[in-house]
């Protein structure tokens, strides 16, 4: 097999010429979570549990339709792609049936990516498990081998699953991911990394329900792995490696009392049981369930209503004919009853709780587990089998490991874990942006350093105005990257999802094309992984079918850099009238009804609160609104091979200037000169200015098949070398601040100090 056109060397990435590269990538693409045939994106009911006969073929878009896409993404200056696919695409209809027409689909589709440059790594994508239980991910037929009926979840709140809600266009915002915390995902997890200790019962075709799980699943992947290797053109370029499950998810395990929400669960949101209620609404029994909401500081709990499922239970009854897969399920596994109840946990014929710690202690030796011990034992056994079989296939491998979200990572530095060619994958989003779709530009809290007990209490952990909110999220991924280097080693760390949703504010921008809130908290999120110094990124995300109306077609969720409904960026330059984001005092960003001494005044009342109530009226009347999607904040300079070692930098938006410093042991090579990628559309020929430490430098446009992108190109000598690169500064709305804004934001700076 021909050398990775990538290489690691210790904490940085190299190319051939070992000139340091930035990652600079993008999530392609999130409908790849949903098949394209029959067409169902999760707000489509119409044949939705006839799971086994779908096709992702299509999923990210048609190969003829390729080229145009990935063209737009080189000249938006992105040079690496996280390549979305899930395991139901690989294996949907039945364990060991491997759709092999997407596979070959998906090697013409990564032919077309690597005529452009990237560099891809593939993505076994998941959320809450699987499309049936609210998310996407894996096929159908692994809720059935776990002994549940994913067509009745929609009645006991198993899960909320949008195809199934009643009206799928008012499904809550982001409710989707309180699926982990309900019935189908806590079973399901708990036995993917833990079954042998916790549902020993659960035996399938001789096999615990763990290694059923884990098997196929790794041995859809490596089926994949091993596709694109006999492909003969893919591997090393564009492919370089696979990243580990996406967001992993212990279940209960380590619950200490499953009477309780644990302290842990930081994302409660509409109804909240604890698990012990989510057993009991999953056998058909009714509970008063607290309901929460979500606010400026995170989940508050507004109320309680009542789950009756009347009698419906989540488990497969015992009529279910369990033959349709070709299983043969353990006469000790009984259907029509459910799996904790059968291991002792519960009695169903008095609905007593008999061991509210089962999940709490290790059952083998009584070890008493948390989060780290999770980690470190039964999602490291998972990661360790995945990584042998991938590099089974390909044993040079970048292995892009992605431990739990927010979690401690694994302490494998100096142990035969702690691999070379290992990539730290953390995630990292706004959850105040996420949840609220509104940027606040006023206040925002520092999550991390609350999860890692840096604060005596939340209340410090509040950020006033803007740039303590920019530089907060900076030291947030600054401390993530840290911690990848204290416990996994030293290796690059490259955050392989983080973004920001577009429908903020009511879609307001969708009303007016001003996206100035959009283009402000954007430019928040590339400021802190450029001045956290991290090694890359991979932005989420890219969607070709994206509208206005569904978003990503996914949940509710809008986090695509494209739309249909958008304005297709111009080559070159830009104008204001262009952008549509010119200053607009009617913007959400403007509210003066925000200013209000209710929002001024920081307290504990109307932190709990989202922000204030959509009070603008859209503006739209006749004609074209739409903008540039916050391109200005996206389509952004950025190291692509440094000769020596990138020491610094950074893109202020509001300046139009771009800094960079790195160190070279040696002056550079005719043929090898540092190169940055400078967008014509904050640099146009004519109106920029360079100025440089020393050597020499040039701009040109780079064509790659049709993929037009700016360059700079500098040749310098070695030590400690500087460049200043500036543009066309033009306003860039009202989020990004003037005058009398900076003035508001003093305002509320000092209410809230005399509040707190």
């Known amino acids: 097999m021909a050398p990775l056109s990538l290489r690691i060397d210790g904490r940085t990435f190299r190319d051939s010429d070992n000139r340091e590269v930035t990652l600079h990538g993008i999530n392609c693409a999130a409908d ?33 339709d390729a080229p145009s896409h990935f063209a737009r993404l080189r000249s938006w200056g992105y040079n690496t792609i996280r390549y979305v696919f899930t395991w139901e695409a690989v294996e949907h209809e039945g364990p060991g049936k491997y759709d092999e027409e997407w596979i070959q689909y998906t090697i013409q589709i990564l032919r077309v990516a690597k005529e452009f440059g990237f560099y891809i790594f593939m993505d076994p994508h998941q959320d809450v498990w699987s499309r049936f239980t609210g998310g996407s991910g894996a096929p159908m037929w692994t809720i059935y081998a776990c002994g549940l009926d994913p067509t009745k979840f929609a009645v006991n709140e198993a899960a909320l699953v949008q195809n199934t809600y009643p009206e799928p266009a008012n499904f809550p915002k ?174 169903p014929e008095t609905d007593t709780l008999l061991k509210k710690d089962y999940f709490g202690k290790r059952p083998t030796d009584g070890t008493t587990i948390d989060y780290d011990y999770f980690t470190n034992h039964w999602y490291m056994d998972h990661y360790r089998a995945y990584t042998k079989s991938i590099k089974s296939v390909f044993p040079d491998s970048l292995m892009f490991c992605q431990p739990p979200v927010f979690e401690i990572p694994p302490s494998i530095k100096g142990t035969e874990d702690d691999d070379p060619n290992l990539i730290y994958c953390p995630h990292f989003y706004d959850g105040i942006t996420l949840m609220s779709k509104k940027w606040n530009r006023v206040w925002n809290v520092d999550v991390f350093g609350i999860l890692r007990g840096k604060y005596l209490t939340p209340a410090f952990a509040i950020k006033i ?135 001024l005044g920081v307290t504990p009342g109307n932190l709990r609160k989202t922000l204030s109530a959509d009070q603008m009226s859209s503006k739209s009347g006749s004609g074209d609104v739409r903008g540039l999607r916050a391109a200005e904040a996206f389509i952004r300079p950025t190291p692509v091979a440094t000769h020596g070692d990138v020491k610094r930098f950074g893109f202020d938006l509001k300046s139009s200037t771009f800094t960079f410093s790195l160190t070279a042991s040696s002056a550079t090579a005719e043929s090898t000169p540092t190169i940055v990628y400078l967008p014509e559309f904050h640099f146009p020929s004519g109106q920029t200015t360079v100025e440089v430490s020393g050597g020499k430098w040039s701009i040109s446009s780079e064509e790659t098949n049709g993929a037009v992108r700016q360059i700079l190109q500098w040749w310098h000598a070695e030590g400690d070398q500087t460049m200043t690169v500036k543009g066309v500064v033009r306003k860039q709305g009202g989020a990004l601040g003037t005058e009398e804004d900076e003035g508001y934001l003093q305002q509320c700076q000092k209410a809230a100090c005399a509040v707190m």
């Open 174 to 347: 982001m409710i989707w991911a309180t699926n982990y915390s309900r019935l189908a995902c806590q079973v399901i997890f708990t036995v993917f990394f833990a079954g042998k200790e916790f549902a020993p019962k659960a035996i399938i075709d001789g096999k615990n329900i763990q290694d059923y799980l884990q098997d196929h699943y790794i041995g859809a992947v490596t089926h994949l792995a091993k596709r694109i290797k006999e492909a003969g053109d893919l591997w090393g370029d564009p492919v370089v490696g696979f990243e580990s499950v996406n967001e992993p998810n212990r279940g209960i395990i380590g619950y200490q009392d499953i009477t309780a929400v644990p302290s842990e669960q930081k994302l409660q949101l509409g109804t909240s049981p604890t698990a012990w209620q989510a057993i009991l609404t999953g056998s058909g029994r009714a509970c008063e369930v607290d309901t929460w909401d979500f606010g400026g500081l995170g989940p508050f709990k507004s109320g309680s209503t009542l789950v009756d499922p009347q009698g419906t239970a989540a488990w497969l009854p015992k009529s279910y004919p369990d033959t349709k897969y070709g299983w043969k399920r353990d006469p000790g596994w009984r259907l029509g009853e459910c799996l904790w109840a059968q291991h002792g946990v519960w009695d």
């Open 465 to 599: 105005g803007e740039n303590a909110i920019r530089n907060c999220f900076a030291h947030q991924l600054a401390a993530i990257r840290q911690e990848g280097l204290d416990y996994m080693g030293n290796h690059p760390c490259l955050f392989s999802e983080i973004g920001i949703p577009y429908d903020m504010d009511d879609k307001y921008a969708y009303k007016t094309g001003n996206y100035s809130s959009q283009i402000a908290a954007l430019d928040a999120n590339h400021f802190a992984l450029e001045e956290s110094k991290v090694n890359g990124y991979t932005l989420w995300t890219y969607v070709a079918t994206n509208n206005h109306y569904w978003g990503d077609q996914w949940n509710g969720e809008d986090l695509s850099i494209f739309s249909l409904d958008d304005k297709a960026v111009p080559p070159g330059a830009f104008t204001e009238t262009e952008s549509r984001a010119s200053l607009d005092t009617s913007s959400p960003s403007y509210s003066r009804a925000q200013s209000s001494s209710e929002t």
């Open 32 to 64: 790849a979570k949903f098949p394209a045939s029959p067409d169902q994106p999760s707000h489509v009911a119409d044949k939705f549990f006839e799971g086994d006969s779908v096709s992702f073929v299509n999923r990210p878009f048609a190969v003829q």
